[in-house]
């Protein structure tokens, strides 16, 4: 059951971290009038629309990992502890943290977010878009990289 929850606890981070990638780049680097490569149409997206998925995704995805979080605790953390690795439970120690703030900025995101958009609150939006999408990425990686050192489970 846990290794199912973290799996799906993964997908939907991904889901997030694409629609904020998305959203970021689109906010930060428009698309430009021209030809239609691959990297343009990444950017041009109606960034509006993905605000209300990200705040659902980032409930969804800190929900499933407070579940699985006792798991964490019992299987890899104590692993970790026993290989010396410090290094690798500080950064997922600071994750947890880092999260925390994330939850508590999704009221200001949705905010500015919000339809329609007031052309006043364009910096606030990218900043917060940025800020939320930097929480977003730290959290995945720092996630990948520990489950690549130890996997889940007993």
Known sequence: MTTALLIIHGLCAVFMLGALTHQA???WWPATAGTGSLFRSFRAVRAAAYAN???????????LGAI???????????FLEDLRLSAA?????????VVAVGLGLLPAYWYYWRQPLAAGDATARKAVTALLAAIVWYGFLVGHILNSIRGFGP
Do not use: C
């Open 25 to 27: 780049l689109s906010v």
């Open 53 to 63: 998925t990200v705040v659902i995704l980032y409930i969804v995805t800190a929900t």
């Open 68 to 78: 699985i979080y006792p798991a964490y605790r019992i299987a890899v953390r104590v």
């Open 89 to 97: 439970n500080g950064v997922f120690e600071l994750k947890e943290h």
